[in-house]
């Protein structure tokens, strides 16, 4: 019998019309409805579509696989993501074709987990992995609650991280409630102002009740709140540099709004917060949100233990000066000098350097820094924040200030160099939380010390 040729003609007959098709289109384009002459010993026969077709159709032929070559690629983890790639040689491909893949089996014996071993006292090879950020470059450790001006009542509970907690204005609970605003002011902040990234907002409780709440921000116009809950300072970037919140009466009331909470970015401002800035974001990725941190206590160092000299009297004890609080001094005996003194390059300090001067005058008293840099104190008012000069190096050595008589001295309260102030929680050792992680800054934001 000679071979079907791809050119091969079929006569078909379609709906009453005969028509023409080559072989290699039959397949293809012949319908199963479709008729066609078959002519067998003599006698001629009508086969449809259908039956021409299934008639053509190759034989099945069942696949022989004659070998699988299995490969590993050495990365990644064994039972995760390990590659293995594998070749198949068929001894015959098969009709139709077949599909394959290699399956995956596993195994092993199973594992009481029920039982222990004893006692691990030493595993060779382990320790531990201790990662260090570059220096300090500066370090913010902010009490909030002195941004809060008076009147007003328990400011540090507007600042505790604890919602129920609320500081109210002065006077809650009588008639001279009515109107008196709670103002908060952070002009007095390093920069002036607070620096807000995507929003700034406070939470207040007792708003409705009985009167109306107000809300001023950075001077302007009061405008009226309603709901207790978050309420935007600033819902964009931008600064603050002070909010008021008001109970506006029509007559006298008894109750005022509370403040129980600010929020910058999302994070709480808390009391004794500690941003601590860096040259670098080095090593950043090692720490995350929650870890629990703290520098080597090999390395403590307090600022109370580079000062010297003889208090005035218990009161006045060097410490003062770095507790963080105002409302403490430091103050040397009548005659005599307190001096601190910070070894290598000293802190830096080249675009402002305050003291803040607490209760005494400061006739004929004088301020030495780095050694040769005299400033004549001259009468500055009590409880003042005092301007000095930069040091010329731009960084600060040692910090000289005495005592003249009973009456006239300076008292220092707190020490500031470019906005940080000089504080003994810093570089303690002693454990803390990091509350944020900002590479871009690049800085660290801790719940207390360094």
């Known amino acids: 019998m000679a071979e079907l040729q791809d050119t091969d003609k079929f006569l078909v007959n379609r709906s009453g019309n005969s028509f023409q098709l080559q072989k290699d289109n ?44 299995l490969t590993e690629i050495a990365n990644g983890y064994r039972y995760t993501d390990k590659e293995f790639p594998y070749t198949v040689d068929m001894a015959a491909d098969g009709n139709p074709p077949p599909t394959y893949a290699v399956k995956a089996k596993l195994s092993g014996t199973t594992f009481d987990f029920a039982v222990e071993s004893d006692t691990i006292t030493k595993a060779e090879g382990g320790g531990k992995n201790v990662y260090t950020t570059d220096t300090i470059a500066s370090v913010e450790s902010t009490n909030w609650s002195q941004y809060v001006q008076s009147p ?31 103002t908060v002011d952070f002009t007095s902040a390093p920069g002036g102002e607070i620096t807000v990234a995507n929003r700034m907002e406070i939470y207040l409780n007792n708003v409705d009740d009985p009167f109306t709440t107000e809300l001023s921000v950075n001077g302007g116009g009061f405008t009226t709140l309603s709901g207790d809950g978050w309420h935007d300072l600033i819902g964009n970037a931008g600064s603050i540099q002070s909010f008021a919140v008001r109970a506006a009466y029509t007559g006298n009331g008894s109750n005022c709004p509370r403040l129980c909470g600010v929020r910058l970015d999302g994070q709480l401002l808390i009391n004794g917060q500690t941003t601590l800035t860096f040259p670098t974001s080095n090593n950043f990725d090692k720490f995350e949100v929650g870890d629990v941190v703290g520098s080597d206590p090999s390395d403590t160092v307090t600022f109370t233990s580079l000062t010297t000299g003889t208090q005035y009297g218990t009161a006045w ?41 607490r209760l005494s005058a400061t006739k004929n008293c004088t301020i030495i820094i780095n050694e040769t840099e005299v400033y004549n104190c001259a009468d500055k008012a009590d409880g003042t924040t005092v301007t000095l000069p930069v040091p010329k190096s731009g960084f600060l050595t040692s910090l000289e200030w005495n005592r003249v008589d009973a009456g006239a001295s300076v008292d220092m309260g707190q020490i500031k160099c470019d906005g940080v102030e000089l504080l003994d ?26």
């Open 317 to 357: 004890a060097i410490q003062n000066a770095f507790d963080g609080d105002i409302g403490t001094s430091a103050s040397p005996a009548t005659g005599t000098s307190m001096k601190l003194t910070i070894p290598g390059q000293g802190i830096p300090c080249s675009s402002t350097f305050t003291y803040y001067q």
């Open 152 to 182: 007003s009542e328990n400011p540090e509970r507007a600042f505790n991280g604890d919602l129920t907690n609320y500081c109210s204005a002065g006077r809650a609970g009588t008639s001279e409630a009515a109107n008196v605003t709670l």
């Open 425 to 450: 929680s810093v570089g303690t050792g002693s454990p803390v939380s990091i509350t944020a992680i900002d590479a871009a800054g690049p800085t660290i934001t801790t719940n207390g010390g360094s």
């Open 26 to 69: 039959l397949m293809a384009e012949l319908r199963d409805d479709d008729l066609m002459l078959v002519n067998r010993a003599g006698v001629s026969y009508k086969a449809t579509g259908a039956e021409i077709k299934d008639s053509l159709k190759p034989d099945e032929e069942a696949p022989d696989i004659n070998a699988v070559a």
